[in-house]
């Protein structure tokens, strides 16, 4: 099975934790990022397949990330998807209007997250 490489951008040791049992266990490889500007830098030069975006991380946060990355045309293609605890509707819109493709709320469900991923990410058996 096709194995994506997807970065994690989560400032929480434990979120981080959770989401890369559940991203390998399902064959995927993860990168982290532990802050917002860490997040671009990575995605810049790894070129993940996906990235899973926390929003409250210190600099520059999740959405603020998540803009950046959109609208730069060598990280544009890449599908970023907000995890956050803060999941509001407003949230949740805001987040799509900085060009995130998807919103998860935490705590994350395994299901959510890999139909989430299997969605966005081109999976070649």
Known sequence: V???????ADD?????????????????????ATDGEQAVAMAQSQLPQLILMDVVMPGLNGFQATRRLTKDSATAHIPIVIVSSKHQETDRMWGMRQGARGYL?????????I???NELVEVSV
């Open 2 to 8: 096709y194995m994506a490489l997807i970065l994690i």
């Open 12 to 32: 929480s040791p434990t979120e981080v934790y959770v989401l890369q049992k559940m991203l390998e266990k399902n064959g995927h490889q993860v990168i982290v």
């Open 105 to 113: 709320g935490k705590p994350v469900a395994e299901e959510d997250l």
């Open 115 to 117: 139909l989430q991923i």
